[in-house]
């Protein structure tokens, strides 16, 4: 059974930053590009950013380019997103997912293979 637990959210004000993880169980991701979506109240779920399976290669959203990092560690199965300089426009359910890819490809490519239970990430201005 695949598992990914996302932790790391939680309540900042804007202009701070904040660090998600998300670690997967019962299977390796080294042969998969992971991903990083997020979902705001009433509106549909979204890729923030795509890391390919070597770390190599990332794809990011327009709105979180400059500001957000992805970044993952294949030994321990982990795959993290750095979010700077946080908006209140970021405000949303984080997911993390394991993409049906090698590579890093853009939104309207991306199938998912697996996906986290979500971690809140609320920007007060």
């Known amino acids: 059974q695949v598992q990914l637990v996302e932790s790391g959210g939680g309540l900042v004000q804007a202009g701070g930053s904040l660090r998600l993880s998300c670690a997967v169980s019962g299977r390796t991701i080294r042969h998969y590009a992971m991903s990083w979506f997020r979902q705001a109240p009433g509106k549909d779920r979204d890729l923030v950013a795509i890391v390919n399976w070597s770390g190599g290669s990332t794809v990011y959203a327009d709105s979180v380019k400059g500001r957000f990092t992805i970044s993952r560690d294949n030994a321990k199965n982990t795959v993290d997103l750095q979010m700077n300089s946080l908006k209140p426009e970021d405000t949303a359910m984080y997911y993390c997912?394991?993409?049906?890819?090698?590579?890093?490809?853009?939104?309207?490519?991306?199938?998912?293979?697996?996906w986290g239970q979500g971690t809140q990430v609320t920007v007060s201005s």
């Open positions: 997912a394991v993409a049906a890819t090698r590579d890093a490809v853009p939104a309207s490519d991306v199938e998912i293979l697996y």
